[in-house]
């Protein structure tokens, strides 16, 4: 039976309590809500495990309808979330847990023992919310030992469960050009939890799972409702608690020396440090080791096998009666291999799936004056090339924080006469790195004084006064003028702040989570009202559209020809986990960082090869370049090669938005290059081949093609020419005999 009990485990139990009549009616509780539970559990349709879901075919080339389904067991004692790629399994009785988590593709179990659904710290003490307990042996997990399992009755209790269809989280308006226009679309389960004991009457804590169509991915995040009469104060809350099997059997090691588990990947929505890349920002995923799994391998048991996902500091804030707490949203990715590339793929595809606005990418300069003959100069310059937005760059004169009415009317006006040739306008505004006084800055808890401790020395906090006012003020000055385009220099960077006076937050406790819910909730304002974003730090998961490459200012100071090369090694290496889309890169028109005359473009008549080539391939990468200058060109010869670039990338703009495999690495010794892959569109690949040297090459390069979707043969055209037919071999490559020019470039279409 569904609702079968083992009382006198139960029992016994409960005797270990000297309230002992409290559990025992706290178990007659437990039976009555799953007698209501029961109806509802039976009317989902029974799952029936499918063995040709396994290793049939590659969800990263064909897409096969997999769509995400709520099943339950055929014993009728399990929640069952499947999408044909991932299986996750929930047993609800005594209490709820997560018994099953396989990745399909491969067939791999990645659980190894039960524990609690989450934790929470309220006012200061532990409680879990759902589990199980009785298992032994942890090193592996077996259905014939689910039904001895009990329950604690100190923790949060099942007491429901509810199927929806999944809504976006930050409900994107699409305005410009994307690769992907579609929110994701799948399930999701919410179970619903509450406590017994007495202290915690009137809470509740839901656990919401969203599971994807056609991607191994479900995200995580819990709501906590105080529907008690009385304040709470959530001093920390683990959302995620998962005993994974470990990576490697090591004797000896520490848990921070040893391998974590490779099968899964974490990403939340709670990241910064301005890394440019998603690993390092990271500050949620945390892997321990499980003293209670004996039979490890590791002497002092020390092995990463426990995941834990939470916040590094709070959220430490007070939740008054009727108010509700999210909280971080913990996505999990499965991954079938230990190929750097194809996970990297894999990483791509989630950002496409759940931060669609990250394809967005407008073809855009950068301005360096804000004089109105000026900006409408290259507004006509970008109508007149094929460029789409304007940015109004740093030192240019502009300030989004002053919302007088004369600041807002002069550039409404420039706006408007953007918008009227179709062209988009925006601008940059620095809020970290910055000193405003000793009131609004970040406080250090050690000094309990404004003083150089934070990430870039100074900071404002984001939650003064200043800095909602900041935030007040951006909102006002792009709604008022019509901007497209924010560009955020130094976002919210972690920093915590002391200060009990500031209005945006409590204390130390809360200082991080309140100022990172307020840099989070304006960039989703941003996406959800047509505002593209490039802001340098990983915040692509609340609404933000780009960040840097990664690169190192002072390199554009270097000469051009050093400059050509390090981009290309900065497109190579920081296109690995990100879309081509993802990220933009820079170009100095004018001066930057010093350097003089061999380091810039202007006068861009005198410098058109270079200025080629470095359009070539950024645009070649996918990637948008910030132009730092005055103008896109300066005489018509240099207007006809900004149009001919920008005419070539928008031929083949999807297909050069796409993945990328990395063919060869930037070295300066010979050929190097990359190729762009999509199954999906009438290019499956693009490859962009370089040549540094000083005289022609000829070389028989490899084409990976297996991503392609191509089977049996390719159609490959070298730039406009002859189009050659080749067969694929067994692993989906082609080799390909290429002529590159001395300094030069070429590029060869797929079909």
């Known amino acids: ?131 199980l307990y009785g298992q032994k042996e942890k090193a592996y997990l077996l259905n014939k030992w689910m039904d001895g ?65 056609d991607i191994p991915l479900i995200c995580k995040w819990l709501s906590v409702n105080n529907n008690s009469k009385k304040e709470i104060k959530l001093d920390h809350i683990v959302n995620e608690i998962l005993a994974v099997h470990e990576e490697e059997s090591a004797v000896v090691g520490k848990t921070a020396e040893m391998k974590s588990p490779h099968g899964i990947y974490i990403e939340s929505n709670y990241a910064f440090n301005n890394s440019m890349t998603a690993h390092l920002s990271d500050q949620t995923t945390h892997w321990k080791k499980d003293t209670t799994y004996t039979s490890q391998v590791n002497y002092d048991l020390n092995t990463p096998c426990i995941l834990e996902v939470y916040p590094p500091i709070g959220p430490g804030i007070m939740l008054a009666p009727g108010q509700t707490f999210k909280s971080i949203r913990t996505n999990e990715l499965l991954l079938d291999s230990y ?63 002053d919302t007088s009415p004369k600041n807002i009317e002069y550039f409404k006006e420039l706006t408007d006469y953007a918008h009227r040739k179709g062209i988009l306008l925006g601008g940059y505004s620095l809020f970290s790195s910055r000193k405003i006084n000793d009131q609004e800055d970040v406080i250090d808890p050690k000094t309990g004084k404004a003083d150089v401790h934070a990430l870039f020395g100074h900071a404002p906090c984001l939650g003064s006064d200043w800095g ?23 976002p919210y960077a972690g920093d915590v702040c002391a200060s009990a006076k500031h209005p945006g937050h409590k204390g130390l406790d809360d200082s991080q989570w309140a100022q990172m819910e307020l840099q989070k909730g304006f960039y989703r304002w941003c996406a959800e009202n047509g505002v593209f974003v490039n802001a340098p730090d990983w915040y692509f998961l609340d609404g933000t559209n780009k960040v840097a490459l990664g ?28 879309m081509p889309s993802m990220s933009w890169g820079f170009v100095p028109l004018t001066e930057y960082q010093g350097g003089g005359a061999a380091a810039t473009l202007e006068p861009l008549a005198e410098h058109l090869d270079a200025y080629e080539k ?22 018509e010869e240099t207007k006809k090669l900004v149009q001919k670039v920008i005419g070539w990338y928008k031929k083949y703009r999807m297909i050069l938005n796409s993945d990328i495999i990395h063919l060869r690495r930037p070295d300066g010794m010979d050929w190097d290059g990359i190729l762009h892959v999509n199954p999906e569109t009438k290019e499956k690949g693009l490859a962009m081949l370089y040549n540094p040297l000083d005289e022609a090459i000829s070389r028989q390069i490899k084409l990976p093609l297996y991503y392609t979707g191509l089977k049996k043969k390719a159609v490959i055209r070298e730039k406009e020419g002859e189009a050659k037919t080749y067969p694929l071999d067994g692993e989906g490559n082609v080799i390909y005999t290429v002529k590159i020019p001395a300094n030069g470039y070429t590029w060869l279409e797929i079909e």
């Not at 790629?85 to 709820?96: A, E, G, T």
């Not at 305005?175 to 919410?190: C, F, I, L, S, Y």
């Not at 290259?378 to 300030?399: H, K, M, P, R, W």
Request: net charge positive; hydrophobic share 35%; aromatic share 12%.
């Open 339 to 401: 190929d750097r590339q194809r996970n990297g793929l894999a990483q791509c595809a989630m950002y496409r799936k759940i931060a669609p606005w990250a394809t967005e990418n407008p073809i855009f300069m950068h301005l360096t004056s804000i004089d109105s003959k000026v900006v409408k100069g290259a507004i006509d310059q970008c109508v007149n090339t094929g460029y789409e937005g304007v940015i109004l760059s740093f030192s240019s004169g502009l300030n989004m924080e």
């Open 614 to 635: 470095l359009m070539v391939q950024y645009y070649g990468g996918g990637i948008q370049a910030c132009y730092r200058g005055p103008r896109l060109y300066d005489t």
């Open 551 to 578: 690169y190192r200012e002072v390199n554009f100071s270097l000469p051009r020809e050093q400059q050509i090369l390090l981009n290309r090694q900065n497109i190579y290496d920081g296109t690995w986990e990100k």
């Open 149 to 213: 399992f009990t329950a604690n009755p100190s923790d949060f209790q099942f007491k429901s469960f509810t199927i929806s269809a999944i809504t976006p989280y930050v409900n994107w308006k699409s305005t410009k050009w994307a690769a992907n226009q579609q929110q994701a679309k799948g399930k999701m389960v919410t179970f619903n939890f509450e406590s017994e004991i007495h202290e915690l009457k009137g809470i509740e804590v839901q656990v919401h799972y969203e599971l994807y169509d």
């Open 1 to 131: 039976m569904f609702l079968f009990f083992d009382y006198a485990s139960l029992y016994i139990r409960a005797t270990k309590y000297k309230k002992m009549r409290r559990s025992l009616i706290l178990l007659c509780l437990i039976q009555s809500v799953f007698s209501q539970a029961q109806d509802k559990i039976l009317s989902l349709p029974i799952y029936v495990k499918n063995e040709k879901s396994f290793n049939q075919q590659d969800w990263l080339i064909q897409k096969t309808n997999r769509f995400a389904e709520v099943y339950q067991s055929a014993d009728h004692k399990d929640i069952i979330l499947d999408n044909g790629l991932l299986k996750r399994s929930f047993r609800l009785q005594p209490n709820l847990a997560c018994i099953d988590f396989t990745n399909l593709s491969n067939s791999e179990q990645l659980l190894r023992a039960v524990g609690p659904e989450a934790r929470l710290t309220i006012n200061g003490t532990n409680y879990a919310i759902g589990g």
């Open 468 to 490: 909602l006012k900041y935030l007040s003020n951006l909102k006002k000055f792009i709604t008022a003028t019509g901007f497209d385009i924010f560009e955020n220099d130094g």
